[in-house]
């Protein structure tokens, strides 16, 4: 048996491979995280993505997919990055470099964030925590951890006392999502175990194994869950803790379509610096009144003006092949060709086509049809509300 | 991993029985194993003339679509229907009801570049 696909693939979902059913080529430049023999050892197909060997499915991505939303699944997050800012002013700094407003956040608590350019376009989407009065802890996109790395040095430049540490590479990161994830913990954690933080809370806590773990009580699959942190060294101990505790283990495959069907963003498919937040429907993280911050200026125009395209959710109508990133989307009876997908593939929870793209203001009322180009065939879709599921 | 003897095998995981100048094809028990839960299957059309190596057919699984190639050379004389309305029969039957399509053979020699099982045990080894 050879090992599957190490095919370079950037994003998961990049449409037809045209190597053949199974391609062999290696990639040897990747990274591997802490878990990758365990992956191995349990049977996953490994891809390179963001930069690392990752598992995109150890069973099946409908199996793991339909785990996640009944009982509780694991995912190997460990290519994550963990980056600190820390100062007597990095509230005040970080106002000014990400979206929403983290002036509301005590500590202990976090918010889902991004970080954009000049032109309001997004280089980045996180989560950050306030783990202490003059403390954040970034979690961000593994492609990204160097781009917003310097890009957070550069803006730090002149700002007073500013402190930036990238511990990356010292984290190991499980998500453990599913109805079922509060009892994994409680499983996990021990008789002395703590409870997990509240949503969107995070708590630091010592295992009973002495390991300095960081719980988050966020996920990206719109079920109840955690992330859980842990020293790079320790990684396979939490990773088969949480095995034993009844969790299955899930691989990016099933990440994505948990995450499309709940149309939370990809960074690097749904989202570019050539789209704002606004443009992606996030406007709910982007607070224009609470003063300057890079990007806002071009936001509030936007906002002022209105949108001439935003991010909407497609679904396929007929019955047809998965649609996949990259598929034309076409206004109906000949109309020719307004956009492409962002993300797109088939709904294990729906048993349907769905999928995301920027669509101009004229195409995204719910109820429009359209028709997305499959291989040169025109397949019958409309906009539907988001979420999908 | 089922790899009947009597079958031939491309390097893609196709695999083809020839019965009088008629071949039937479909992909092998270890592509349906690496893909797993497929999910749509499009076939070619009837009557149409494919050389070997075209790419004729696609097998999607939730995350991949994959294209299958016509290991031989001829014309499609008939496709299975009933892997577009099940396409798990490719998963659970590769080798019988999971079949795609059938190529008249143009020169049935053709198939003589294509592997045994040995030697397509060997290739997926």
Same mark, same amino acid.
């Given at each position: 048996?050879?090992?599957?696909? #190490?095919?370079? !693939?950037?994003?998961?979902?990049?449409? %037809?491979?045209?190597?053949?059913? %199974?391609?062999?080529?290696?990639?040897?430049?990747?990274?591997?995280?802490?878990?990758?023999?365990?992956? %191995?050892?349990?049977?996953?197909?490994?891809?390179?993505?963001?930069?690392?060997?990752?598992?995109?499915? =150890?069973?099946?991505?409908?199996?793991?997919?339909?785990?996640?939303?009944?009982?509780?699944?694991?995912? *190997?997050?460990?290519?994550?990055?963990?980056?600190?800012?820390?100062?007597?002013? &990095?509230?005040?700094?970080?106002?000014?470099?990400?979206?929403?407003?983290?002036?509301?956040?005590?500590?202990?608590?976090?918010?889902?964030?991004?970080?954009?350019?000049?032109?309001?376009?997004?280089?980045?989407?996180?989560?950050?925590?306030?783990?202490? +009065? #003059?403390?954040?802890?970034?979690? &961000?996109?593994?492609?990204?951890?160097?781009?917003?790395?310097?890009?957070?040095?550069?803006?730090?430049?002149?700002?007073?006392?500013?402190?930036?540490?990238?511990?990356?590479?010292?984290?190991?990161?499980?998500? !453990?999502?599913?109805?079922?994830?509060?009892?994994?913990?409680?499983?996990?954690?021990?008789?002395?175990?703590?409870?997990?933080?509240?949503?969107?809370?995070?708590?630091?806590?010592?295992?009973?194994?002495?390991?300095?773990? !960081?719980?988050?009580?966020?996920?990206?699959?719109?079920? *109840?869950?955690?992330?859980?942190?842990?020293?790079?060294?320790?990684?396979?101990?939490?990773? *088969?803790?949480?095995?034993?505790?009844?969790?299955?283990?899930?691989?990016?495959?099933?990440?994505?379509?948990?995450?499309?069907?709940?149309?939370?963003?990809?960074?690097?498919?749904?989202?570019?610096?050539?789209?704002?937040?606004?443009?992606?429907?996030?406007?709910?993280?982007?607070?224009?009144?609470?003063?300057?911050?890079?990007?806002?200026?071009?936001?509030?125009?936007?906002?002022?003006?209105?949108? *001439?395209?935003?991010?909407?959710?497609?679904?396929?109508?007929?019955?047809?092949?998965?649609?996949?990133?990259? =598929?034309?989307?076409?206004?109906?009876?000949?109309?020719?060709?307004?956009?492409?997908?962002?993300?797109?593939?088939?709904?294990?929870?729906?048993? +349907?086509?769905?999928?995301?793209?920027?669509?101009?203001?004229?195409?995204?009322?719910?109820?429009?049809?359209?028709? !997305?180009? %499959?291989?040169?065939?025109? =397949?019958?879709?409309?906009?539907?509300?988001?979420?999908? =599921? | 991993?089922?790899?009947?003897?009597?079958?031939?095998?491309?390097?893609?995981?196709?695999?083809?029985?020839?019965?009088?100048?008629?071949?039937?094809?479909?992909?092998?028990?270890?592509?349906?194993?690496?893909?797993?839960?497929?999910?749509?299957?499009?076939?070619?059309?009837?009557?149409?003339?494919?050389?070997?190596?075209?790419?004729?057919?696609?097998?999607? @699984?939730?995350?991949?679509? @994959?294209?299958?190639?016509?290991?031989?050379?001829?014309?499609?004389?008939?496709?299975?229907?009933?892997?577009?309305?099940?396409?798990?029969?490719?998963?659970?039957?590769?080798?019988?009801?999971?079949?795609?399509?059938?190529?008249?053979?143009?020169?049935? @020699?053709?198939?003589?570049?294509?592997?045994?099982?040995?030697?397509?045990?060997?290739?997926?080894?």
């Amino acid at each position: 048996m050879i090992p599957y696909d #190490t095919r370079k !693939i950037d994003k998961i979902g990049c449409g %037809v491979d045209s190597g053949g059913i %199974v391609s062999e080529e290696k990639n040897s430049e990747v990274k591997q995280t802490p878990l990758a023999a365990r992956h %191995v050892e349990l049977g996953a197909r490994m891809v390179a993505f963001a930069g690392w060997e990752m598992p995109i499915q =150890y069973s099946s991505i409908m199996s793991e997919h339909l785990t996640v939303r009944e009982k509780a699944g694991v995912f *190997d997050i460990s290519h994550m990055g963990q980056i600190w800012a820390k100062g007597a002013k &990095v509230a005040e700094w970080l106002n000014g470099v990400l979206t929403n407003d983290l002036s509301v956040l005590a500590v202990g608590e976090g918010q889902y964030t991004l970080m954009l350019n000049e032109k309001g376009g997004v280089i980045d989407d996180l989560i950050i925590y306030r783990s202490g +009065e #003059t403390e954040f802890l970034l979690v &961000v996109n593994a492609s990204m951890i160097e781009v917003d790395f310097e890009w957070l040095e550069n803006q730090a430049v002149g700002a007073d006392g500013i402190e930036l540490d990238n511990e990356s590479d010292d984290y190991a990161g499980l998500a !453990i999502q599913g109805p079922k994830a509060v009892e994994v913990w409680a499983t996990m954690a021990g008789e002395s175990g703590k409870a997990l933080p509240q949503r969107n809370q995070i708590a630091r806590v010592i295992a009973e194994n002495g390991d300095a773990l !960081i719980l988050c009580r966020t996920g990206y699959t719109g079920e *109840d869950g955690f992330e859980l942190f842990c020293p790079a060294a320790s990684a396979v101990f939490w990773w *088969d803790k949480a095995l034993e505790a009844g969790c299955e283990p899930c691989g990016l495959g099933a990440r994505d379509t948990l995450r499309l069907e709940k149309c939370y963003p990809l960074n690097g498919s749904d989202l570019d610096e050539e789209h704002t937040p606004l443009e992606a429907g996030l406007g709910y993280f982007v607070k224009l009144d609470k003063g300057e911050f890079v990007g806002r200026e071009i936001l509030a125009q936007q906002k002022e003006n209105g949108l *001439d395209r935003r991010l909407c959710a497609i679904r396929m109508t007929a019955k047809g092949p998965p649609p996949r990133p990259h =598929y034309g989307v076409f206004a109906p009876e000949g109309g020719g060709q307004i956009a492409e997908l962002s993300s797109g593939g088939l709904s294990p929870s729906l048993k +349907e086509g769905i999928g995301m793209a920027y669509l101009p203001k004229d195409y995204g009322k719910v109820g429009t049809k359209l028709e !997305i180009d %499959v291989r040169g065939r025109l =397949y019958a879709a409309e906009v539907v509300k988001k979420p999908f =599921y | 991993m089922n790899i009947p003897d009597q079958l031939k095998y491309a390097e893609s995981h196709e695999w083809t029985a020839l019965a009088e100048d008629v071949a039937t094809i479909g992909i092998s028990d270890h592509a349906q194993t690496e893909l797993t839960d497929i999910v749509y299957v499009e076939v070619p059309e009837t009557g149409r003339q494919v050389s070997a190596g075209d790419p004729v057919a696609v097998v999607e @699984s939730v995350k991949a679509a @994959s294209d299958i190639y016509a290991p031989i050379s001829g014309e499609i004389v008939e496709v299975n229907e009933a892997v577009q309305n099940d396409p798990a029969l490719v998963n659970t039957d590769p080798y019988g009801e999971g079949w795609l399509f059938k190529i008249k053979a143009e020169d049935a @020699s053709q198939l003589d570049a294509l592997m045994d099982a040995g030697a397509y045990q060997a290739h997926i080894s």
